[in-house]
């Protein structure tokens, strides 16, 4: 048997107050309201729970006894109400990302510096992976969003947002200081020793099947899991490397590193943020998004 849980909010009430007019005050209802409610809760349990006193009511033993669990279940739902309105307003709350190094470092980081100011009681959580893991997590529904890397393959219930042109670029320092003016093939990179990401990487997929639909099949001396070691990798002479341009600017930049030329240009690709139409936005991950620019509210199911 479970009875109307308003008639549980009265009792609540008029238990704690002891008197039937400050309850209606706090309920902001009327007396009549109350003693309707109380009437139909006694009705239902087939007991009395108060009787009346000089000074308004008191429990009776049954009614001791329904308050004490009463009292629990209620303080607990209003407790929920206050932690909601609370999430709501992002005073609480929790933020899960998926995201590599490279769309970390070189999109997502100043939106999560503007997010913190603007909301800093929020958790924002960084799952740091690469894109294959980071899109599998998302699926899986262990993170709200995910900013990775492309070329994506469709995958069903997400849909990815392009949000950052990303360039990348072949670099070598001065060990190769001869291919620095040359227009090279890219079948030339066969016979060079190669600096590459693992092959679990978005990057490394992009570049293997680029060059594959060129008939080059690359056999890389080093593969390393960022690309930040493959920019220190390429300045020791130790290959060629392969990252997205970013990485290697300031090296390429003051000199020290220079990027190889070919008859062919690389496709460019993107970043985006991928979300998933099998996953409700928490109101903080939403309100991250807004804080990037991108309204996905009306693209979910």
């Not at 130790?238 to 300031?250: N, P, Q, T, Y």
Request: hydrophobic share 40%; with cysteine.
């Amino acid at each position: 048997m479970m009875t109307n849980l308003e008639y549980y909010r009265v009792f609540y009430y008029v238990a704690r107050c002891g008197s039937l007019t400050q309850a209606a005050d706090k309920l902001s209802i009327s007396q009549p309201a109350v003693s309707q409610s109380l009437h139909q809760l006694e009705s239902t349990l087939g007991t009395r729970l108060f009787t009346r006193t000089s000074r308004g009511v008191k429990l009776t033993k049954e009614g001791e006894l329904l308050a004490s669990y009463v009292s629990r279940g209620l303080e607990q739902i209003e407790l929920g109400e206050k932690k909601l309105e609370q999430m709501l307003n992002l005073d609480i709350g929790e933020v899960h990302i998926g995201a590599s190094d490279m769309t970390l470092r070189f999109y997502l980081l100043p939106y999560l510096e503007k997010f913190h100011e603007k909301y800093p009681n929020v958790k924002v959580i960084v799952n740091n992976a690469p894109t294959p893991e980071t899109l599998k997590t998302l699926a899986d529904g262990n993170i709200d969003f995910g900013v990775v890397s492309g070329p994506l393959q469709h995958m069903n219930g997400i849909e990815a947002f392009p949000v950052r042109p990303v360039r990348d670029t072949f670099i070598a320092a001065r060990r190769y200081i001869t291919y620095r003016n040359r227009t090279l093939d890219f079948s030339d990179l066969e016979k060079l020793p190669l600096i590459l990401l693992e092959p679990k990487t978005s990057t490394r997929s992009f570049i293997d099947h680029f060059l594959s639909s060129n008939g080059v099949t690359l056999h890389p001396e080093f593969e390393l899991a960022t690309s930040d070691m493959i920019v220190q990798f390429a300045l020791r002479n130790l290959g060629v490397g392969f990252v997205m341009r970013d990485f290697a600017l300031d090296e390429i930049n003051n000199g020290r590193l220079f990027e190889l030329r070919f008859n062919k240009k690389i496709p460019g690709r993107s970043f985006y943020v991928a979300v998933s139409h099998r996953e409700t936005l928490s109101a903080a991950a939403s309100k991250l998004l807004d804080i990037i620019g991108l309204d996905v509210g009306q693209q979910k199911s």
